[in-house]
């Protein structure tokens, strides 16, 4: 008999994370949906096991430590262990105030949840991630966090000059590296996925791409083999430029 293998997805009570739940689940993974409103991340979880997937509602405020810590508790009482951890969780506050304009504080908004929360997050969940044989970590980062793209005026994400959500997201691909870096001689992989830009709540859903496409890179990193890469930043066509 094949043992349960569990997910965590932060922020999935919608959009990409809601998605990445579906598929996982769909797949026999057991999925521990964190949101940060419960009685959303109930309703989330609900609709999740209608579909016959086995889904667990966690509460889960990437910048509110003690929820972190009682999310921690809780699996480790209710599940005993975790094999995935997906941190999907993101916002962009200050949206598209130009840099010279952008407030100190809209950018510390968007690193407390995209950065300072996803260190917080993965630092908790660690220990129970290291105890699994084939334990992932994916960080949902995203081609607006490429120096390379940015610094070319005739990419497609040139017109996307957000100072704080880009350098939340360049400051996550750094994360994805040195912590892969750390853990390179272990089972964990470590990667950074960009879902490409997807009609969500985020953007107003002015995004191209669906949900549905969107997650399946996410998945496909949650999912990857002893052989599968560490430490990179993958969108759907492949390896990105940092
Ligand atoms: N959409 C795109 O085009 C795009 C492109 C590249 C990368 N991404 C990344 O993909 C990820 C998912 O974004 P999305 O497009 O699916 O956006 P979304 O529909 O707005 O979903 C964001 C999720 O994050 C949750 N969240 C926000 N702050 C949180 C906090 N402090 N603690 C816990 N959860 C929190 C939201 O919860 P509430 O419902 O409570 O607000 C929501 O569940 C983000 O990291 C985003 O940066 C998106």
């Given at each position: 008999m094949q043992t349960k293998r569990y997910a965590l997805i932060t922020g999935?009570?919608?959009g990409i994370g809601f998605e990445t739940a579906l598929q996982l689940g769909r797949m026999g993974y057991v999925i521990l949906l964190g949101a940060r409103n419960e009685l959303k991340g109930e309703e989330a979880a609900q609709l999740l096991v209608n579909k016959n997937i086995e889904a667990h509602s966690i509460m889960l405020d990437v910048t509110r430590q003690a929820t972190i810590e009682a999310a921690v508790s809780q699996i480790k009482q209710k599940?005993?262990?975790?094999?995935v951890l997906i941190n999907n969780a993101g916002i962009s506050a200050g949206?598209?105030?130009p840099p010279s304009q952008i407030s100190l504080e809209d950018i510390r908004k968007t690193y407390d949840t995209n950065f300072f929360g996803m260190i917080s997050v993965t630092q908790a969940m660690l220990p129970l991630l290291q105890q699994s044989s084939a334990g992932r970590i994916v960080n949902l980062t995203?081609?607006?966090?490429?120096l390379a793209f940015n610094s070319?005026?005739?990419?497609?994400?040139?017109?996307?000059?957000l100072l704080a959500y880009n350098s939340s997201k360049a400051a996550v691909n750094m994360f994805t590296v040195t912590l892969a870096k750390e853990f390179r001689n272990t089972p964990l992989k470590i990667n950074s996925a960009d879902p490409g830009f997807t009609a969500t709540d985020l953007n107003g859903f002015t995004g191209l791409g669906t949900v549905k496409q969107a997650a399946a890179i996410v998945v496909k990193l949650a999912v990857l083999d002893e052989n599968g890469p560490s430490g990179g930043f993958h969108g759907h066509g492949g390896e990105l430029p940092w």
């Open positions: 999935a009570n919608k599940f005993g262990s975790l094999d949206g598209a105030t995203s081609g607006l966090g490429s070319d005026p005739t990419h497609e994400h040139a017109q996307f000059n």
